[in-house]
């Protein structure tokens, strides 16, 4: 509720805008923020400023000001790997603590933004986070807000985090690169390059690039054999089509305890394979990887990378947003 009151009767009480200050040629910006508690000292400068009334809040039990909802609501909603800036005209900023994956709960996102006068904006969830990026800000909509909203927003935030940063753990890779053509330099290899970039962009050590052939037997004792050596991310490039004389997806299968997905319902890259064996994920990765700059590998790649295990079902709701062409 605003109220008018004269300047000499106002100490003790909060303003619920901000006040400008004009000196010309010295200064001219906020002399008081909005909720600012007028003190004794303040009424000669409320004066000189040509103020002989102010307006002030006044708050029932009931209610809270917008810069206190917006601090509560952020505390409530940011998960590990978060940091809160300062409220700023009643929002408050979430920001990566660390470099990793940005994770969000979308259904409670939603339940949040169903609240009348609330407002949670967030990044597109399930990318990469560098460290001091804003990924998230919350507020309410109006300067005071019922304090039943606010208390709905932190239950609805109760458990899981509905917002994390969840760290890099994988840090060890080998790529097993398949085809005749390749293995005996008729053809140029151009995968490694392209996936030690993209690789080394997260601090992935790429431990080895290893040349097979097109032979099934010798492509599952490399992707073994990186396995056992502590990789904990296999790269197989080549042989992806559905040409029969294309033999990585057998040999992934051979060698994966649980195969997600051969295929995912984006473009470019639709004929990626993703598997898993043990901890170790494997990529079967088809030729756009290497022709295009985003593909289904770099929408994937970082919940592999921050040690998220996908699911059939994960990527099959990729397909809402799936087409990644210009």
Not at 33 to 60: F, N, T
Not at 138 to 156: N, S
Not at 211 to 229: K, M, N, Q, W, Y
Request: glycine letters at 10%; aromatic letters at 4%.
């Amino acid at each position: 509720m605003l109220r008018e009151v004269p300047v000499e009767e106002a100490v003790g009480l909060a303003l619920a805008h901000d006040l400008t200050r004009i000196i010309p040629g010295q200064f001219k910006g906020r002399a008081f923020a909005k909720g600012h508690v007028i003190q004794p000292e303040d009424i000669p400068v409320l004066l000189d400023m040509g103020k002989r009334h102010i307006y002030v809040m006044e708050l029932s039990a009931d209610e809270l000001h917008e810069d206190e909802a917006a601090v509560r609501m952020a505390a409530a909603v940011a998960g590990d790997g978060l940091t809160a800036t300062d409220v700023h005209e009643g929002k408050v900023v979430l920001k990566a603590a660390r470099d990793g994956l940005l994770r969000v709960d979308e259904e409670r996102v939603y339940a949040i933004n169903r609240i009348d006068g609330i407002a949670l904006s967030t990044r597109k969830p399930n990318v990469s986070a560098s460290r001091g990026q804003s990924v998230a800000a919350i507020r309410p909509i109006p300067l005071v807000i019922e304090r039943e909203k606010v208390e709905r927003v932190c239950a609805i935030a109760t458990g899981q985090p509905v917002l994390e940063v969840l760290p890099w753990v994988v840090r060890r890779a080998v790529v097993v690169t398949t085809g005749s053509e390749i293995q005996s330099g008729r053809i140029e290899d151009r995968a490694g390059p392209v996936l030690r970039e993209k690789l080394g962009a997260f601090g992935v050590e790429v431990m080895r690039q290893v040349f097979p052939g097109d032979d099934v037997d010798a492509i599952l004792t490399e992707i073994r054999r990186a396995c056992s050596d502590g990789a904990q991310l296999v790269c197989v490039t080549g042989g992806m089509s559905v040409d029969p004389d294309d033999r990585s997806p057998a040999a992934i299968g051979a060698a994966a305890d649980t195969v997600i997905s051969y295929g995912t319902p984006i473009l470019p890259g639709s004929m990626l394979m993703l598997a898993y064996a043990g901890g170790t994920a494997i990529f079967g990765l088809p030729g756009a990887v290497i022709h295009d700059p985003v593909t289904s590998f770099d929408v994937l790649l970082p919940r592999v990378l921050a040690g998220v295990r996908l699911t059939k079902d994960d990527i099959a709701r990729l397909g809402a947003g799936g087409w990644l062409n210009e």
